[in-house]
């Protein structure tokens, strides 16, 4: 029971608003002296816990590399970029993010995409850009709208196309909760029901992304001052 005192702490540290590395290090401390590990021995756990799963830390590397790299420029890139297409709407650029984020998901590689990653310093600024280029100049509403629909694309996305892949942690997770309840079914089973899924999921959202484009169209026309006859 004792052991348990570190959930204590992490919910005082962060009622307290300290540190969150601050307090996770602290209560991982205390929950190893509460359970008879001596300060050698915990950090010892630690190392060797990073050592083992280190290739989780890949993917925070990246995030200094992206932020280094909007500080260069790159939402202003990639906004000139969509700007050029002429043929590009923000319903079709969400739609292709869409396909491509699913397919890479059922593949199993769920970091090529994300908000921190992609979202936020790339498909965020070029569907707005593309929604500039044929509509004009955007309310705070709409960019805000236009940010979300983003967002929520790469989370169907993902969510619907990473049960296809047969190592994904959530098809596992299936595969255990039926074998405790006496139903046997193997993980390929899995992932070929959630294939059918995954269609319907890019069928449905599909279709909202293209309603989108016109949703745009009508609110930004309403929205554009009228012009006076000489």
Known sequence: MLSLIGIFVVVVGF??????????????LVTGLAGGMGPVEVVETFGKAFKEN??????WVVLPVIGLLERGGLQERAKTLIGNIRAATTGRLLLLYF???????????????GHAQMV???IAPMAEAAAETHYGPLDDDTRQSIRAHTAAVDNIALFFGEDIFIAIASILLIKGFLEQNGILIEPLHLSMWAIPTAICA???H???LMLLDRRLARILADARPPETGQ
């Open 120 to 122: 936020r310093p790339l």
């Open 206 to 208: 599909g279709t909202r």
């Open 15 to 28: 009622m307290a608003r300290l540190n969150p590395l601050l307090v996770v290090t602290v209560a991982a």
């Open 202 to 204: 890019l069928l449905i």
């Open 99 to 113: 396909i491509l984020r699913q397919a890479t998901a059922a593949l199993g590689l769920t970091s090529l995409g």
């Open 54 to 59: 280190r290739y989780v830390s890949i993917v």
